[in-house]
């Protein structure tokens, strides 16, 4: 209930001090997802940088040009960092989600423009992220899902077999959610080319961690706009950018399809409305942040923490080949690891880290545990092997919990 008289500020943030004492605690390492965390003096800029943007609003870029200045810098650098020439522009949105959502969105409507079709399809690896399957039921869209090969990349002869006349769209991931592995994107570029549709890599994950681990020398296959037939392309801030929550770059190769991100309208009673993205009012604070990190950071902090992300996941891999029963599902690409279990139920073994307080994902088919590896573990991944083969050493045939769900909306 809203309290009849407001509360001091002092117990107002006790009781957030009190309230939160019960989530997981993410600073000490232990959660291997949805936190991205680069350190203390990160951690504090953020803090100071959100602070200063707490209550503009990036709907009206006229009444606050830095966030116009800054949003620009951050698409900038991120088609800079993708090897975008000076035709790719985009824009910041909330999240992953919502610049898959915009880049379908633009893809719909120019499809739309262009006389394709009325009954506009998608067609993604199995692999592919939620995110398109619910912009799409958004969208008036069709999603069709196709197998991945052995290896869990993307199967092409698969994705071609499945287009037809009003496919508009296909999809890859730089990398895949659930297994860190990037798919065949020159490929699947040539499919998308010879039909004359567009291509969207998701690489809400690898956006600001493979461009830096070609820079380190790791095999990196090609999958940004070098790779002729991406027309656009999602990239998060707030994952291995390392930026505060609320923030994503969605960026297309060419001016038509990104306009078509835009919505336009004048028929009310308030004068014209333009926005980029599904939200209205976005917070500053978002922009800012992202801003402030990437310039805080620079090339050599990014590679730095995709450094420490990288050796933390080499050591995870070899620590999983290291317990009996234990293996990884495939090797990955990059920074996400999913480990199954051939004698023992590997969900049991979850439920067993999870009581020390070692939270990961949980995903299926095949069934795995999973983790997403950032700079932050470095520190701790050795001690993370040992509980894995703890809990292996115990947990008998336990069965563990399958109702396991990535989210609960209430
Ligand atoms: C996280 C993620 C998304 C969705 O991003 P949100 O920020 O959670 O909305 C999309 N694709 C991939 C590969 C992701 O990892």
């Known amino acids: 209930m809203l309290p009849a008289i407001g509360v001091p500020v002092e117990e107002v943030l006790a009781d957030l001090e009190r309230f939160r004492a019960t ?12 936190v991205y965390d680069a350190g203390d003096e990160v951690r504090t800029l953020l803090e100071r940088a959100v602070g200063m943007y707490l209550s503009e609003n990036a709907l009206n870029l006229d009444v606050f040009p830095s966030l116009r200045r800054m949003q ?6 991120a088609s800079h960092l993708l090897h975008g020439d000076a035709t790719v522009g985009g824009y910041l949105s909330s999240g992953g989600t919502e610049s898959i959502f915009m880049a379908m969105k633009a893809a719909r409507d120019q499809a739309f423009a262009l006389g394709r079709t009325e009954r506009p399809v998608v067609v993604l690896p199995t692999s592919a ?8 039921h958004y969208l008036g869209m069709r999603v069709v899902r196709t197998s991945v090969a ?23 991931s730089a990398p895949t959610y659930p297994h860190g592995v990037v ?17 969207h890599v998701d690489a809400c994950l690898g956006g600001f961690v493979l461009p830096f681990l070609e820079r380190l020398g790791h095999p990196v296959p090609l999958w940004d706009f070098r790779v002729e037939g991406v027309t656009s392309i999602s990239a998060d801030l707030h994952k291995y950018g390392y930026a505060a929550k609320g923030a994503s770059v969605t960026l297309y190769r060419d001016d038509d399809l990104r306009k078509h991100q835009l919505w336009q309208f004048d028929d009310w009673l308030g004068g014209r409305y333009t926005s980029a993205t599904v939200v209205g009012s976005r917070p500053g604070a978002a922009i800012a942040s992202a ?64 009581e020390d307080g070692w939270v990961l994902d949980r995903q299926s088919p095949p069934d795995a545990i999973h983790a997403t590896v950032t700079a932050r573990h470095d520190a701790i991944v050795d001690e993370f092997v040992d509980a894995l083969r703890a809990a292996v050493a115990r947990v008998g045939d336990a069965r563990g919990n399958r109702e396991f769900s990535y989210c609960m909306a209430e």
């Not at 620009?72 to 650098?77: A, C, K, L, T, Y």
């Not at 992220?129 to 799409?136: W, Y």
């Not at 798919?183 to 291509?199: E, F, K, Y």
């Open 72 to 77: 620009r810098d951050v698409v900038e650098i």
């Open 23 to 34: 989530d997981r605690d993410w600073r000490a390492g232990r959660v291997f997802g949805l």
């Open 150 to 172: 052995p290896d869990l990349r993307a199967d092409v002869d698969a994705m071609a077999d499945a287009l037809d006349t009003d496919t508009i769209m296909l999809v890859a």
């Open 291 to 354: 801003w402030a990190v990437l310039h805080h950071l620079g090339e050599d902090g990014y590679l730095r923490l995709v450094r420490q992300a990288k050796q933390a996941t080499d050591r995870l891999v070899e620590g999983v080949a290291s317990v009996p029963g234990l293996r990884v599902v495939v090797p990955p690409d990059t920074t996400l690891v999913a480990i199954a279990a051939d004698e023992v139920d590997v969900f049991a073994v979850g439920d067993l880290l999870a």
């Open 183 to 199: 798919d065949p994107v020159p490929a699947i570029a040539d499919l998308a080319t010879s039909a004359g549709i567009a291509l």
């Open 129 to 136: 992220h939620p995110a398109f399957d619910k912009a799409a």
